[in-house]
């Protein structure tokens, strides 16, 4: 099959599109012929070592954490899954070391979904990461209710384009940060409000909320309790080792919580998204699709930022 290779750290030459195995699978596991990846900035920021100190010496052999596909294979203790069933997922690229920028990707029954029917290949592969990573930072993290105040900011790149639209889904008024060319993108999403922080300053304006979604880790925590409600909390995806060490121990002094979200393969979220989605409330919103031999631009597009929505890849 062919699979970008990831031979070592380092700038995007890095990456090569060789030919290589096919995965063998185990008796609970799954082989899915993949349609469509997408490059989330996980994966340059595993690339260029960034994140060594979770991923090692070496980088994982084949990057890239969301599929969408075909069943190809079953392990013998599968049932609920069967050989030509559309598919997606997510699965833990830290942890597997071979992920989706291939043809083919082998995973386990809790990194695996039926593909909502009303969501094409491409579509449907945008949205894994993004989702899950919402969903768990507002719903399993911050324990949202419905009618929460929930600010997010960077509203309009895939992590916030994401949130931005499950919020809504589950009732939370919901107020996004991004610069004025996202401004009416944001907005088609379904924001209640969106703050162009090029125009006002978010930490000025004087609103409390209930929770506070930081994906961009430029709206620290110091700064930004202010504007967090007396037992809100504040959630990021700005993971760094000093806020995974002592985060647990601030969070006993104080009322107002700051959290870490690290995604993580759940079935049974994927099984809410697909619903979202089949519902009409959630959209992957694809900027531009790249082809396997293109990973290099992906990636270069992905680093430089500057776009809204998400990068994928035909495979």
């Known amino acids: 099959m062919k699979a970008i290779i990831t031979k070592a750290y380092g700038s995007v030459d890095v990456l090569s599109v060789e030919n290589v195995d096919m995965p063998t699978i185990q008796e609970d596991e799954i082989l899915v012929q993949v349609k469509a990846s997408s490059v989330n900035p996980l994966d340059w920021r595993i690339r260029t070592g960034e994140m060594k100190i979770m991923t090692g010496k070496t980088p994982p052999r084949i990057l890239g954490s969301d599929y969408a596909g075909v069943v190809s294979k079953v392990g013998q203790n599968i049932k609920k ?52 990573t919402s969903y768990q930072a507002l719903v399993n993290i911050a324990k949202a209710k419905k009618g929460n105040k929930v600010l997010v900011n960077g509203c309009s790149g895939g992590v916030g384009s994401a949130a931005v639209q499950i919020a809504k889904a589950l009732g939370y008024e919901t107020t ?27 930490l000025s ?37 000093p806020a995974m060490i002592f985060s647990p121990l601030t969070n006993m002094f104080r009322t107002k919580k700051f959290k870490l979200v690290i995604v993580k393969p759940d079935a049974g979220n994927l099984e809410i998204v697909k619903q979202m989605v089949e519902n009409g409330k959630l959209k992957g919103q694809v900027s531009k699709v790249f082809n396997l031999d293109e990973i290099k631009e992906a990636h270069q597009m992905s680093q430089n930022g500057g776009f809204s929505g998400k990068l994928v890849i035909k495979v």
């Open 81 to 132: 899954y069967k050989i030509g069933d559309e598919v997606f997922g997510f699965i833990d690229i830290v942890k597997v070391k071979e992920g989706t920028y291939a043809e083919y990707v082998k995973v386990k029954e809790n990194d695996i979904n039926i593909k909502p029917k009303n969501s094409n290949f491409e579509e449907t592969a945008s949205l894994p990461l993004v989702s899950l």
């Open 176 to 202: 996004g940060i991004c610069s004025t060319k996202n401004v009416e993108f944001s907005k088609s999403l379904g924001a209640d409000r969106v703050i162009d922080y090029k125009k006002e300053n978010v």
């Open 205 to 241: 304006k004087g609103e409390k909320y209930d929770i506070i979604f930081d994906i961009v880790g430029n709206l620290k925590f110091s700064s930004s309790k202010k504007i967090l409600e007396s037992k809100g909390t504040y959630v990021t995806t700005a993971v760094t080792l």
